[in-house]
């Protein structure tokens, strides 16, 4: 039992994974006896009652994202007292790890392949004072898959990491910088957790990974995983995190399209432009592209396709900004992740020298904003007054309903004590810009976990 640290605040940053991983060491710490809990950066303040641990879980995908890490680094410094402890970890600790360790207050910084360990390391200083501690747990590169399993009983769904890094070299991402080569965890481990997962009354998981599409391991491919998953659960829904195009080919497109699966994919496009696509080193053609996305709907007809769009690329001029505002408006995606080009040092783009001005990324970035927010909104619209298959998610206002093709459902008052992970029917009965409203119309009995 651990009695040196009162509590443990942890900062999340970045990707559904970097969610995963903070989760998961929260529960880790939970076990050693300590009060974790993840928090906001705006929540940051000092323990009054005994020695605090705070964790900073980064991300270094834009410039924007390690200035949000450092930001809520030195708010942590500044409430911080000499026996707490401050862990800044993450992608960002990975390949900046010196600038971090730079910052006056900060502990210790500790790399995504350390990540795991971190309650072993905690529990040294615990019994240790910082200087009385010379090297962290030695740590191997299957310890990437040995996080504690992040079940909470308010949860709807558990995330499973089933990869970790990544073998492209898209010319403007750090990713592979601080994640490394890619990596799959056993499909035995996997399916055994699942197995686990659906016995403790869960209803779906999301697989999860840095390339998940990249998954492989004893001659199993994506595909080949999800076919054991459903070959060995009953009922048990699979949702897919990120994956990249050139990974559907036929094996994936004959399994996605079991009922199990949820009609709910997200796939980077990243620009509409081919001339662009090649200067970022993306193996693939708009036309391929198109087709995949034409495939899918095939079998999916009410699907949910979310995707990412890069603005301001270097070189980017304004026709190939606009074959991507056309090409977002011809597939008709559901949901669009937009970000400004943010120069990462240690990549091939980092030393371009024809960069498009940051007023003209913020204009291109404002327009596709607006055009995501209506073509998000016209995808929701679509299901009005229709009827859908839903799990029910803890919500700060009470609970909604998250319906298989990820249209997040708001209930009626009168419905805010349905308890998470239920699986129902619900009805879409308002659509608005910013929110969508319904009732529950039934509940899967068999399904419930009280």
């Known amino acids: 039992m651990n009695d040196r640290f009162k509590k443990a605040f942890i900062i999340n940053f970045g990707c559904k994974l970097n969610q995963f991983e903070g989760e998961a060491l929260k529960q880790a710490l939970k076990g050693s006896g300590i009060e974790a809990r993840i928090i906001h950066p705006s929540e940051i303040k000092g323990c009054d009652d005994g020695r605090a641990l705070f964790i900073i879980n980064t991300c270094t995908v834009t410039s924007k994202s390690d200035r949000k890490s450092r930001n809520a680094i030195y708010r942590v410094v500044g409430v911080k007292k000499k026996s707490d402890l401050l862990i800044v970890t993450g992608c960002y600790a990975q390949t900046d790890r010196m600038e971090l360790e730079s910052i006056e207050g900060v502990d210790l910084v500790l790399d995504n392949l350390q990540k795991p360990r971190i309650s072993d390391i905690v529990n040294m200083y615990s019994y240790k004072?910082?200087?009385?501690?010379?090297?962290?747990?030695?740590?191997?590169?299957?310890?990437?898959?040995?996080?504690?399993?992040?079940?909470?009983?308010?949860?709807s769904r558990v995330f499973v990491k089933v990869q970790d890094g990544c073998d492209m070299r898209c010319s403007y991402c750090k990713i592979p910088l601080a994640r490394g080569k890619s990596i799959s965890r056993s499909y035995y481990d996997?399916?055994?957790?699942?197995k686990r997962i659906e016995e403790l009354g869960y209803n779906e998981i999301v697989l999860t990974g840095i390339n998940l599409g990249s998954y492989m391991y004893g001659g199993k491919d994506l595909a080949g995983l999800i076919e054991e998953i459903l070959k060995n659960t009953r009922t048990i829904g699979i949702r897919l995190?990120?994956?990249?195009?050139?990974?559907?080919?036929?094996?994936?497109?004959?399994?996605?399209?079991?009922n199990r699966v949820a009609p709910h994919f997200h796939i980077p496009l990243q620009s509409g432009s081919d001339r662009i696509l090649r200067a970022m080193r993306r193996p693939y053609t708009i036309?391929?592209?198109?087709?995949?996305?034409?495939?899918?709907?095939?079998?999916?007809?009410?699907?949910?396709i979310a995707t990412d769009i890069i603005v301001g690329f270097p070189g980017e001029t304004e026709i190939d900004f606009e074959k991507s505002c056309s090409l977002m408006e011809e597939l008709r995606f559901s949901s669009v992740h937009v970000f400004k080009y943010s120069p990462r040092k240690g990549t091939e783009a980092y030393s371009h020298t024809n960069n498009v001005p940051e007023i003209v990324k913020s204009e291109r970035s404002e327009v596709a904003h607006r055009m995501a927010d209506r073509l998000n909104y016209e995808f929701r619209k679509n299901f009005e007054g229709k009827v859908r298959d839903a799990i029910i998610e803890k919500h700060e206002y009470g609970c909604i309903a998250v319906t298989d093709n990820y249209i997040k459902v708001l209930l009626k008052d009168s419905q805010k004590d349905?308890?998470?992970?239920?699986?129902?029917?619900?009805?879409?009965?308002?659509?608005?810009?910013g929110q969508t409203t319904g009732e529950v119309v039934s509940v899967n009995r068999n399904m419930v976990n009280t």
């Open 241 to 258: 995190s990120s994956i990249e195009p050139m990974y559907f080919k036929k094996g994936l497109f004959d399994i996605i399209g079991d």
């Open 190 to 194: 996997v399916v055994d957790y699942v």
């Open 287 to 304: 036309e391929r592209f198109v087709s995949i996305v034409d495939k899918i709907r095939e079998s999916k007809p009410d699907v949910h």
């Open 418 to 433: 349905c308890k998470p992970r239920m699986r129902v029917k619900v009805r879409i009965e308002r659509v608005t810009s």
């Open 129 to 155: 004072a910082k200087s009385d501690v010379e090297d962290t747990p030695v740590v191997k590169e299957s310890d990437i898959f040995s996080y504690t399993d992040p079940l909470d009983i308010n949860r």
